[in-house]
């Protein structure tokens, strides 16, 4: 992969388009070292994360059964234990049943709100689409409150392949 790095302010002091040529691969050999301390940190990361998971797993499927196995207690003797409330305290605890509600929604649903005029119950996100924009003139922009920015950025962008096989 090619990165393009855009300077802002250099510090070394460059005569010629051999020390150009040098400077680009030194910034190469930092890139590639940069990706090899990032490839150590992201393999690090990704085996504390299994081995985190592979210690959380029996632990959840242990509250799952449970929690569960409280819920079957809760069903079998709702009547008698929450025939004036719909929660027990308990001194480590809270259980009981709690009242959710949920809209499921089908495929044509959106097409029917649409249909009744129903838009107060229709999510719209607008935003200005930039790609289509750069189609418009400049005078366009301009009733639109928009203008066109072009800017000649200066980059760099080490060959990382030749590089590491030159070292």
């Known amino acids: 992969m090619k990165t393009r790095i855009k300077p802002q302010v250099t510090t070394k002091k460059i005569e010629s388009v051999d020390q150009v040529n040098n400077v680009i691969k030194e910034i190469g050999l930092l890139m590639i070292a940069v990706d090899t301390i990032q490839n150590e940190v992201t393999e690090k990361v990704n085996k504390i994360k299994d081995d985190g998971l592979a210690r959380i797993t029996p632990l959840k ?12 207690y809760a069903q079998y003797n709702r009547n008698e234990l929450f025939e004036s409330k719909k929660s027990i305290e308990l001194t480590f605890g809270t259980f009981g049943f709690r009242k959710s509600t949920s809209i499921h929604t ?36 301009l009733k639109v409150d928009a203008n066109r920015k072009v800017v000649d950025d200066f980059f760099v962008e080490p060959n990382r392949e030749i590089i590491k096989k030159n070292v």
């Open 61 to 72: 499927t242990q509250i799952d059964e449970l929690s569960e196995s409280i819920g079957i």
């Open 106 to 141: 089908k495929m044509t649903t959106l097409d029917k709100l649409k249909e009744l005029g129903m838009d107060k119950y229709i999510r719209v996100t607008e935003s200005p689409n930039k790609e289509v924009m750069s189609d418009l003139t400049d005078e366009e922009l």
